[in-house]
């Protein structure tokens, strides 16, 4: 049957590992490097993740300089330079030349960067694009260290070009990073200005000055408070698969049981780990090495049954509805802003919380729909808005009753502006690019309610000014009538042209202060529905 | 300033690698496990492609058994059972057990697994969901080996968890995978069953039997001549990067510039190799591991200056547009069936090819928007349609001239099947999920060009049968006034009755004949844009 041109041998041949750097250097859109315009807003995003989420960590009030400078057709020299703690000299090279390696993974804990692919990510696209190695300063307050770096891409392990070492007088901390890369630079909606201003946007507290090829512009510091330090929490029982719970059993250091479950999870105190045992039938001293694989699916099932609060969530650290007002008006100037930061909430285990704010009028466009402003921990989503959980939430809004039109599948129109911000330790993007966040039900539905409540108390405000809007229109059409129509009444009833005038003119004001006192006593809440 | 809660020392101490399991265990969604009912297609299709791939490389018809049953609510076992060559004892562990490894990375030549993640993508969602390995039995005609495996997530290697060897009477060979998952199965557009069914029309040669939970389907054979192996190229100058080139010039084997250039890339003969050498001033008798930074980039400019053919397209095994028709008539049952085949092209340095056929009438849907078919490298897309650069060509191109209503950035509407092939030995899939074709300018044309040729061809034949349908109504409308007419016209002229009407008949028989040669001349191709 078959002409056997190949053979399960030659195919052995050919079968060899594949390393992460080849994977991501010829897959780069994953990462975000598909277009040489979105290559510079994911070089300068990736760095600036770093940069806010080491400030952050180490307490410290963000001063960030962004520099970008075209040195020949479709190439740059991007700058990114912070005032963070910096890297020790030992792990420099591995943090910035080696893809999956990071402080983020293995922690349940809100932030920026995740997967370790950020930065080395960066240095990979600038090296397949240009050749050149990165340049990299560090300084954790003592002596800078300064290394030019490459990425061994059939092995993904740093490559060191040169290594100075320098004194530091001026007892600078950070860390200071140089690259060339293919690019092409862009002003307008989706581009690394608006990226800043966006970013500025949800990092009040961060100062950002940036150096473009289109001039300087510096974005100030707004508040001097940062939000809490979020803390490291243990996964959530209900959020463990089966195949991680036989990992956490073999690694674990508990001795039995009722050990692994308290010191290993959250929410689960002796009294929970003991019931867990007995629904399983396991017996509480059992060693957790030592299940075998039906114990395992008993004690996993046991674990999703026994009642439990929901994950601690000082994981989160979202922006408070003052942060998001302050942040949101100064960069709409808009005459009325309104923000709600909802409870935290939890999907697939993971702790999540949403905030929404409404801007209305300012500097908003006046034309056509309105406009959205998606975060998630903090960071500007600008690409694939229309796979986004929170265009989904926005869209499923009922915004008529909110005063503004709406066709069925679209964005409100009108001059507001919407911002949506969602946190979490684990953000579920739609893919490595992090542009979009899926559409679990859980965080759909939580988005909506933000959006509900901030909506309510937009309504008030818009359903005053659209009255007093048409009542002036009702009024200047009488006013302008008035004349012809006591001119009308006089030849009818014989009275004088201007005592009529006068007559109607109080009818006139009293209707007005009436339908007033009328609209305030209806403005009772309705009840709305989440779907 | 700071109150150093964290420190560089305390960071550097959290920095650790994360291996590839992990990143693609907690990252599955960029697999195509974010949610049950895609994990179950998803498994299929990996399984599937491996399984098509391993046949045609071997020259073998494909015969594929797949098999899904309920065995718990929400936990179903997968088996796919295949007749190809089957993989040697001794890779067989890395082969399934390991995540990027595998033989279609490090090569350029057209097939459906591109990247050793398929197989251990879907063991290791197993194995999360349920806890369980994989039982694995291969043989290569000799005897059978059977194998349970697990992945080492923390290590992305196999864990053989048991082997047996058994004799093989029947000569068997092949593959044959079963595994239990967590999962949901629905029927509808996006279901296994669809899968297979499109799979089915794009590989005619295929048989392929499904044991399903709603009973069992055979899709037969149709041809039995399979596609032209597709050849294994080099890479194309105007493709490469200057980091691969780069790499290229360290690993080589050959011993000067004209040497490299020649042996390993496609389309570069000594009198090219020469002329870049001399563009690039550099002496052609150069060790290629000597280049310095400078040099490297004046060999890479040269190498895009010098006018060069497109590379091979033998590495490419497009469906053909016999085949095309038969799957798609086969399946659509439609009245009227037409196939393009478009000359290779490149994007990126990459060969592609884009096929598609209209299908129209038949049992496709009389009501409503028209059905887009997608299939890349012979797997049909069933996700992410928005996403892709085929619903974008569709919806650019103008139907209306091809007699179907369509709006504004819309599918068209009416009884119409749209089939699209993307042959390419580089497929740039918007995600890891393999669902979307990246809408790169190149592509788009190509599909547009395909579609507007198809359907001029369809156009004939629709605009005759809307004539046909006009002409009769017209007919049948004069028909029924012809007598009211004569009677009218009796009274007028004194003429009988029955002479009228006989006249009156000649006189539309005429008109019906001169309107059907005026629309024949009328069918000269009208020019078209492609932007």
Request: proline share 5%; glycine share 6%.
């Amino acid at each position: 049957m078959a002409d056997k041109n190949i053979t399960a041998e030659d195919l052995a041949h050919q079968l060899r590992a594949v390393s992460v750097a080849e994977f991501f250097e010829k897959n780069r859109h994953l990462l975000g490097y598909e277009n040489p315009t979105k290559a510079l807003i994911t070089i300068v995003k990736e760095l600036m993740d770093n940069s806010l989420d080491a400030c952050e960590e180490a307490r410290i009030l963000p001063d960030i300089k962004v520099s970008i400078k075209e040195i020949a057709p479709e190439r740059f020299k991007v700058k990114v330079e912070d005032n963070g703690p910096g890297i020790v000299e030992e792990k420099l090279p591995l943090a910035f030349g080696k893809l999956l390696y990071g402080s983020k993974f293995h922690r349940l804990k809100m932030s920026r960067g995740t997967q370790g692919l950020g930065a080395s990510g960066a240095i990979l696209y600038s090296q397949l694009t240009t050749g050149k190695p990165s340049k990299i300063a560090s300084s954790t307050g003592k002596e800078i260290h300064e290394i030019e770096l490459m990425i061994d891409v059939n092995k993904n392990d740093p490559k060191i070009v040169s290594h100075k070492e320098e004194k530091n007088s001026g007892k600078w901390h950070g860390i200071k990073i140089e690259l060339e890369t293919e690019a092409r630079y862009i002003e307008g909606k989706q581009s690394v200005f608006e990226y800043l201003r966006q970013t500025a946007m949800s990092n009040p507290y961060a100062k950002i000055i940036y150096d473009g090829p289109n001039g300087k512009v510096e974005f100030e510091r707004v508040v001097k408070e940062m939000p809490p330090l979020p803390r490291e929490i243990k996964p959530h029982p209900y959020g463990v698969e089966i195949g991680l719970l036989r990992r956490m059993l073999a690694s674990t250091n508990a001795r039995n049981l009722v050990g692994f479950l308290t010191s290993d999870f959250s929410r689960v105190g002796r009294g929970t780990a003991l019931q867990i045992c007995k629904l399983a039938k396991l017996d509480t001293d059992r060693k957790p090495h030592d299940l075998s694989h039906d114990e395992m699916e008993k004690l996993h099932k046991s674990m999703q049954m026994v009642k439990l609060i929901g994950p601690p969530t000082d994981c989160l650290s979202p922006l408070s509805e003052k942060l998001l007002e302050e942040g949101l008006r100064k960069e709409t100037k808009a005459e009325f802003v309104v923000a709600v930061t909802r409870p935290p909430s939890v999907y697939r285990g993971n702790p999540f919380q949403v905030e929404c704010a409404l801007a209305f009028g300012g500097e908003l466009p006046k034309e056509g729909s309105s406009q959205l402003f998606r975060f998630a921990n903090k960071v500007p989503l600008l690409y694939h808005a229309s796979d986004c959980a929170t265009t989904d939430a926005v869209v499923d809004t009922d915004w008529k009753r909110y005063g503004f039109s709406q066709s069925s599948g679209q964005l409100p129109q009108g001059q507001l502006g919407i911002f949506i911000h969602f946190a979490s330790v684990w953000v579920p993007y739609t893919s490595e690019g992090k542009q979009a966040i899926a559409s679990y039900p859980e965080i759909v539905k939580e988005m909506k309610l933000a959006l509900q409540e901030a909506g309510r108390k937009l309504a008030v405000y818009v359903r005053q000014k659209n009255r007093m809007h048409d009542r002036q229109m009702r009024k200047e059409l009488f006013e302008k009538y008035i004349p012809e129509l006591a001119e009308s009444l006089e030849k009818l009833s014989g009275d004088k042209k201007e005592k009529l005038i006068e007559a109607l003119e109080k009818i006139i004001k009293k209707s007005a202060i009436k339908s007033e006192e009328n609209e305030k006593e209806g403005d009772g809440r309705e009840p709305e529905k989440t779907g």
